[in-house]
């Protein structure tokens, strides 16, 4: 839609809603429209991409470097390839700088190498002396 503010103004200014269409190009009706006060200064139409964003983020968080087409599977897509490889080349740069933070931090069995031992104990119908995993190798020691 044109600018509803000017056509607004131009009313204001003492204009007729023929004088503004002609002057806009845009329809009679669109500048009544225009001129509804309920009516938004600016117009947007909704758009599917808004509708599938959170899905599109979701699927990018688990896998950051899927193809637009495995997205669009995922997320069953109806619409235009070229809207949805807009949308995924908007979020993707987040998703990927996600990832690369995630590379960067340490795994859990890095930061903490220990040992754990066991006393004697009895698994099931079987004695056991010991049980000592260090970060050598498992050993299982006998009564």
């Not at 495995?70 to 979020?91: I, K, N, T």
Request: proline residues 6%; charged residues 30%.
């Amino acid at each position: 839609m044109r600018d509803r503010r000017d056509i607004r103004a131009r009313r204001e200014g003492g204009a007729g809603i023929r004088a503004i269409a002609r002057e806009t190009g845009a329809s009679r009706n669109a500048v009544r429209r225009a001129l509804d006060p309920d009516a938004a200064l600016k117009y947007s139409r909704p758009s599917m991409a808004d509708e599938y964003r959170d899905a599109v983020v979701e699927v990018l968080h688990d896998y950051p470097r899927i193809t637009v087409t495995q997205v669009g599977e995922l997320v069953e897509w109806p619409g235009s390839r070229r809207a949805l490889s807009d949308l995924v080349g908007d979020l993707r740069p987040a998703a990927l700088e996600r990832e690369l933070e995630d590379l960067n931090c340490p795994a859990l069995g890095a930061i903490a190498v220990g040992s754990i031992t066991f006393g004697p104990m009895t698994i099931g119908r079987m004695n056991v002396g010991s049980i000592h995993a260090g970060p050598e190798e498992a050993q299982l020691r006998s009564a």
